[in-house]
Every structure is written in structure tokens, then in C-alpha cells.
């Protein structure tokens, strides 16, 4: 997957601080006051620098020529691929650097999508062109610009009809939910074959499905990625606020404001739909524990400290209250949290893993608090089998979250028979066991108790 100058090992193009500082520098050398004012209405005075990249043209670049943006909802995706139909269409900075681009694919879901959305929407192509409007011509399904560019309206419904046209560029808009996205996409590929360079823009906001997986695995392509709340001077006021109060954290919310692909894995113990529950109210807890799963070492490169806070209420349910786990945090640092958390909650002991750290772990959690109640436990089974019957209880609904834990649950329905993909420690889930085997399994199915004080 490419990326601009200078590659920090993000796929996030808006995160470059260095084009940042660039494009800031070169407006303060060329833009007048007068120049300033003409351009404080013009897009290019309001864009973010995910939509606009002056850097490309300030540095003689060639332009992106294959570009995958992904964003949440109302992030200004469409706005981008509308902008950037304008220019190649007109040969104008910085998407075209003086040249035309005379034949341009228009794909969308639907040609009503097409129509409503991508050329007379609010952000659609006729409606932002300030000069030069093209007009579209519904019979021939074509948006056409005084300079003698044509722009073609297409379905995801029929791939056929991209066999016999070609192209210089194509605008893909909201690819993740075309009815034969694969199909589409590749009959559009054997059509972009005009020009010196022919171009695609792909805008959607993002869904496990083939298509974008590839997509986003491709290293042809250029990913940014975009987030509603970064556009959110252009969306209507308290939009923000009474999404993210119901949606955030959880999978919807992830994928339609932030912008993230979420994905289950087919053998994990927990599926999304199963944690996508209503947060639970947190009454009174007969119990409480807070469960820690220790890393063996301190490094930058080792694995993270688990420490999962639960409670048990009065109908013998279990809560999940909070995820306090730490990255590679050092002894002293975990544990400072771990205590913290066990007085914040009024616990009624802190369950700690030893199998890594014997009596250390202990010690060290002394040595923040000597009064601390702690349950030494030690795995004698792997990982999967002690966490099968937690599962189990979540299924029965005996356990529920007091709010959405995006991290845990991500490890959570990604914990397979081999764990985690990629070989990376369950540290979270691993704490989550241990706690909810503390409050709900019985006496022959817990980990054995080495220690209680």
C-alpha cells in the first residue's frame, strides 16, 4: 500500500504532519490577503488536507493514481470524489497537473446513487462546480463540461455494461456496498486504458467484504482514512454528539463514524452480534474483583498488562465495568494501576496470574498497597479451554458489559483455538477469564488457588 513522503508506517495519509507544515508554509509565502479573500469560501480554503494534496503539486509529484480513501459518514468522501471529478475534468490542481481528462467512469451503486448522490447531491459534481457546471444528460446517463469532458453514469447492478467503453479515469463511490462489487471493479479495470496515466478514486465507508479487503491489501493503491468527527464543522449541529452517544465504542459506530472495517474471525468463542447487546446498568454488586494478567517482561516489545474490573449484582449476573489494561507497562506501573482500580471500585480482591511472575506479582502489588487482598491463580489448562465455559456464560446472557469495550472486544471476537491472529497475547481476554471465572464458575471449574490473603 503507498503512502506520501515521508512513510511513517501509518496507512493514514492525514495524519502527515510534514505535508501539514509544507502546504501551511507555502500559503503564507503566495496567498495575498486578496488572493485570501477570494479563497475563503472556494473548497480549497476549507478543505483538510486528507481532501487536498497541495503537497503533491507544490513538489512536482506525480498524482495518486490508484487512491482508496475509507471514512465514516458525512466525512466528507463524496465531497473529495466530486472535487476530484472537477478537476481532472477541467486539468486543475491539485488532482490534474494541466491536463484533461476527457472519458471518466462514474460508479456507483445504483444509477439512482449515481444521479442523486455523486452528480446532484449536496456534495455531488454539478453542485460544487463554482464555473464550467457540467449538465447531465439523463437519457444518455452522461454529465457533460463545455471543455468536451464526458462523465458516464454506471451500475454495480450490471458489470456488463463497463464491457465495450474505456476510460482516462473512474470515481467508485461507495464500493463497499455495490450488489457485485468484485465483478464491477474488474470489468472497470480492462475499460482504463485512455490517457497517459489512467486514474481511479474509490470512496466508501468501509465493510469486511472482498472487495475492500483487497483493496486495502493492495499495495497499488493509496489508503487515507477519514473520520466523522474531523468534518464535523460541516455537519449539522449536535449531529456528532447524538450519534456517538449511542453508537460509539460499538461495531456500528466504529465502521460508520470512525471509519474502521471491522471483521469476525469464523472460530473465535464470541461473535460482534453476541457483544452488540445495550450496555448494561450497573446496580448494586454483591462482588467485585479486579483480575490481572501480568506480562513477563517490561519491554517496549512486550505484551500488554490485562486488568479487567467486573462485578457480580444481585439476579448472580456478571458485569463488566471497566478494561484498565496497559501496554507494556513496567511492575510497578501495573500494579499502581491495578490497586487504583481495586479502590476506585471498592473490590473485594485483585485476582492476579502467576504463572509468569510467582510470588513477584504478589510483591509487587504489595508494595503499592500492603493491605490489598490478592487471589493468586495459576493456569493448569490453555488458554482456549479455560476460556470456553466464559463463553458459554456469555451465550446464557449471564455475562454483559456496563458499556462497550472496543479493545477487549476486539481481542475477544478474534480469539480463536490458536489465540490471537498474527501470534499477538490475549492479554485482555485472559484477565476477562479470570475475573469472570472468580465471580460465576464454581469451586471445581476455577483455577487452582495457590495463595489467599
Same mark, same amino acid.
Given at each position: 500500500?503507498?503512502?506520501?513522503?515521508?512513510?511513517?508506517?501509518?496507512?493514514?495519509?492525514?495524519?502527515?504532519? @510534514?505535508?501539514?507544515?509544507?502546504?501551511?508554509?507555502?500559503?503564507?509565502?503566495?496567498?495575498?490577503?486578496?488572493?485570501?479573500?477570494? $479563497?475563503?469560501?472556494?473548497? +480549497? &480554503?476549507?478543505?483538510?488536507?486528507?481532501?487536498?494534496?497541495?503537497?503533491?503539486?507544490?513538489?512536482?509529484?506525480?498524482?495518486?493514481?490508484?487512491?482508496?480513501?475509507?471514512?465514516?459518514?458525512?466525512?466528507?468522501?463524496?465531497?473529495?470524489?466530486?472535487? @476530484? #471529478?472537477?478537476?481532472?475534468?477541467?486539468?486543475?490542481?491539485?488532482?490534474?497537473h494541466r491536463h484533461r481528462h476527457m472519458r471518466i467512469a462514474l460508479v456507483g451503486e445504483t444509477l439512482g446513487d449515481v444521479r442523486e448522490v455523486m452528480v446532484d447531491g449536496p456534495s455531488g459534481i454539478a453542485t460544487i462546480?463554482?464555473?464550467?457546471?457540467?449538465?447531465?444528460?439523463?437519457?444518455?446517463?452522461? $454529465?457533460?463540461?463545455?471543455?468536451?469532458?464526458?462523465?458516464?453514469?454506471?451500475?454495480?447492478?450490471?458489470?456488463?455494461?463497463?464491457? *465495450?467503453?474505456?476510460?482516462?479515469?473512474?470515481?467508485?463511490?461507495?464500493?463497499?456496498?455495490?450488489?457485485?462489487?468484485?465483478? !464491477?471493479?474488474?470489468?472497470?479495470? =480492462?475499460?482504463?486504458?485512455? &490517457?497517459?496515466?489512467?486514474?481511479?478514486?474509490?470512496?466508501?465507508?468501509?465493510?469486511? #467484504?472482498?472487495?475492500?479487503?483487497?483493496?486495502?491489501?493492495?499495495?497499488? =493503491?493509496? /489508503?487515507?482514512?477519514?473520520?466523522?468527527?474531523?468534518?464535523?464543522?460541516?455537519?449539522?449541529?449536535?449531529?456528532?454528539?447524538?450519534?456517538?452517544?449511542?453508537?460509539?465504542?460499538?461495531?456500528? *459506530?466504529?465502521?460508520?463514524?470512525?471509519?474502521?472495517?471491522?471483521?469476525?474471525?469464523?472460530?473465535?468463542?464470541?461473535?460482534?452480534? %453476541?457483544?452488540?447487546?445495550?450496555? %448494561?446498568?450497573?446496580?448494586?454488586?454483591?462482588? /467485585?474483583?479486579?483480575? #490481572?494478567?501480568?506480562?513477563?517482561?517490561?519491554?517496549?516489545?512486550?505484551?500488554? !498488562?490485562?486488568?479487567?474490573?467486573?462485578?457480580?449484582?444481585?439476579?448472580?449476573?456478571?458485569?463488566?465495568?471497566?478494561?484498565?489494561?496497559?501496554?507494556?507497562?513496567?511492575?510497578?506501573?501495573? %500494579?499502581?494501576?491495578?490497586?487504583?482500580?481495586?479502590?476506585?471500585?471498592?473490590?473485594? !480482591?485483585? +485476582?492476579?496470574?502467576?504463572?509468569?511472575? *510467582?510470588?513477584?506479582?504478589?510483591?509487587?502489588?504489595?508494595?503499592?498497597?500492603?493491605?490489598?487482598?490478592?487471589?493468586?491463580?495459576?493456569?493448569?489448562?490453555?488458554?482456549?479451554?479455560?476460556?470456553?465455559?466464559? %463463553?458459554?456464560?456469555?451465550?446464557?446472557?449471564?455475562? +454483559?458489559?456496563?458499556?462497550? =469495550?472496543?479493545?477487549?472486544?476486539?481481542?475477544? !471476537?478474534?480469539? &480463536?483455538?490458536?489465540? $490471537?491472529?498474527? *501470534?499477538?497475547s490475549p492479554d485482555r481476554v485472559d484477565a476477562l477469564v479470570w475475573a469472570i471465572t472468580e465471580l460465576l464458575l464454581g469451586r471445581a471449574n476455577r483455577p487452582r488457588i495457590r495463595n489467599l490473603s
Open positions: 500500500m503507498k503512502s506520501w513522503p515521508p512513510y511513517s508506517g501509518a496507512s493514514t495519509i492525514a495524519s502527515s504532519n @510534514w505535508l501539514r507544515d509544507l502546504q501551511a508554509n507555502w500559503s503564507r509565502r503566495v496567498l495575498t490577503p486578496d488572493r485570501l479573500k477570494l $479563497l475563503r469560501d472556494a473548497w +480549497v &480554503g476549507q478543505a483538510r488536507l486528507a481532501q487536498y494534496p497541495l503537497g503533491f503539486e507544490l513538489l512536482g509529484l506525480p498524482p495518486i493514481i490508484n487512491w482508496l480513501v475509507v471514512g465514516g459518514r458525512g466525512s466528507g468522501k463524496t465531497r473529495l470524489g466530486a472535487e @476530484w #471529478v472537477n478537476a481532472l475534468a477541467r486539468g486543475l490542481g491539485p488532482f490534474s462546480a463554482r464555473r464550467d457546471r457540467p449538465r447531465y444528460e439523463p437519457t444518455r446517463r452522461r $454529465l457533460l463540461w463545455e471543455s468536451g469532458a464526458v462523465a458516464q453514469a454506471f451500475s454495480s447492478e450490471d458489470p456488463e455494461s463497463l464491457r *465495450g467503453p474505456q476510460f482516462e479515469a473512474a470515481w467508485c463511490d461507495e464500493a463497499a456496498k455495490w450488489k457485485n462489487a468484485t465483478a !464491477c471493479f474488474d470489468m472497470l479495470q =480492462f475499460g482504463l486504458r485512455l &490517457g497517459r496515466q489512467p486514474r481511479q478514486l474509490v470512496t466508501t465507508t468501509p465493510k469486511p #467484504v472482498p472487495l475492500i479487503k483487497r483493496l486495502l491489501a493492495d499495495p497499488a =493503491f493509496t /489508503v487515507t482514512r477519514m473520520a466523522t468527527r474531523e468534518n464535523a464543522g460541516n455537519l449539522a449541529a449536535g449531529f456528532l454528539e447524538a450519534v456517538r452517544a449511542r453508537y460509539a465504542g460499538s461495531r456500528l *459506530g466504529r465502521q460508520e463514524l470512525d471509519g474502521e472495517m471491522i471483521e469476525d474471525r469464523a472460530d473465535a468463542l464470541w461473535t460482534r452480534a %453476541a457483544l452488540e447487546t445495550p450496555a %448494561a446498568p450497573v446496580g448494586t454488586l454483591r462482588r /467485585v474483583v479486579v483480575a #490481572v494478567d501480568p506480562p513477563a517482561t517490561s519491554r517496549r516489545t512486550s505484551d500488554a !498488562c490485562g486488568i479487567v474490573v467486573a462485578g457480580l449484582d444481585e439476579s448472580d449476573r456478571a458485569i463488566v465495568i471497566e478494561d484498565a489494561t496497559m501496554a507494556a507497562a513496567r511492575p510497578q506501573d501495573w %500494579a499502581g494501576r491495578a490497586v487504583a482500580r481495586f479502590h476506585a471500585h471498592e473490590a473485594d !480482591c485483585v +485476582v492476579a496470574e502467576v504463572n509468569q511472575g *510467582g510470588e513477584m506479582v504478589t510483591a509487587v502489588l504489595r508494595t503499592v498497597d500492603p493491605a490489598v487482598p490478592v487471589k493468586e491463580v495459576r493456569a493448569s489448562r490453555g488458554k482456549w479451554l479455560r476460556a470456553e465455559p466464559v %463463553a458459554a456464560l456469555y451465550a446464557q446472557g449471564r455475562v +454483559v458489559h456496563a458499556r462497550h =469495550f472496543p479493545e477487549l472486544e476486539d481481542e475477544m !471476537c478474534d480469539f &480463536g483455538p490458536d489465540g $490471537l491472529s498474527g *501470534g499477538r
